[in-house]
């Protein structure tokens, strides 16, 4: 199986302050990843498909990047409604896997 | 606009069977695929299994030997089932569809308990 490392656990930040999040594939699985922000309390909502393809009606603030191993997701200057979990996704290979978050919070 | 809603007991006894409905709108089974994902509380999320267009299926190993998913394109249903529950099965259900393997739409999920 495919196992992705998402860091930090947790990011502590300010709203206005651009952040970047990490995930890690444990092979190399081309831009096969997808990026989901879960409110609590909330189904997941897709942000980003294949690393960097923008998804209709996501703001422009989220960006992705990344290929093989080393993915990033982006968000230009938080706003207080970014604050919620987000979590990584391959399709590489069956299974498919997440990553096991990075809760974004409010310094 | 597409839908998905899940639907299923709440609570469920040690060692018996889980069974949800998903009920979908806006798009065809026969044209896409649906998953089922889970969350138990307060972590992370799983996926569980797949049914494509096709009607082809395909488990996560680790629940592999408990699961089955199967549908009713006439009624636009898909269905988990899901035997020998424990209570490290608690958890929030999802069914999501995807037409290209990411889920870009999600059910608002059933809460399924297992407890005696």
């Known amino acids: 199986d495919i196992v992705l490392t998402q860091s930090p656990a947790t990011l502590s930040v300010t709203p206005g302050e651009s952040v970047s999040l990490s995930c890690r594939a444990s092979?190399?699985?081309?831009?096969?990843i997808h990026w989901y922000q879960q409110k609590s309390n909330e189904s997941p909502r897709l942000l980003i498909k294949?690393?960097?393809q923008s998804i209709s009606g996501i703001p422009s603030r989220f960006s992705g990047s990344g290929s093989g191993t080393d993915f990033t997701l982006s968000i230009n200057r938080v706003e207080s409604e970014d604050f919620s979990v987000y979590y990584c996704?391959?399709?590489?290979?069956?299974?498919?896997?997440f990553g096991s978050g990075t809760k974004l919070e409010i310094k | 606009q597409v839908q998905l809603k899940e639907s299923g007991p709440g609570l469920v006894q040690p060692s018996e069977t889980l069974s949800l409905t998903c009920t979908v709108s806006?798009?065809?089974?026969?044209?896409?695929?649906v998953h089922w994902v889970r969350q138990p509380p307060g972590k992370g999320l799983e996926w569980m299994g797949i049914?494509?267009?096709?009607?082809?299926?395909d488990y996560n190993s680790a629940l592999k030997s408990r699961l089955s998913i199967s549908r009713d394109t006439s009624k636009s249903q898909v269905f988990l089932k899901m035997n020998s529950l424990q209570t490290e099965d608690t958890a929030i259900y999802y069914c999501?569809?995807?037409?290209?393997?990411?889920?870009?739409?999600w059910g608002q999920g059933v809460m399924v308990t297992v407890s005696s």
């Open positions: 999501t569809h995807s037409y290209s393997a990411y889920f870009d739409y």
């Open positions: 806006g798009f065809s089974l026969t044209s896409n695929s």
């Open positions: 049914i494509r267009s096709g009607g082809s299926t």
């Open positions: 092979q190399g699985i081309s831009t096969s």
């Open positions: 294949y690393a960097s």
């Open positions: 996704q391959q399709s590489y290979s069956l299974p498919l896997t």
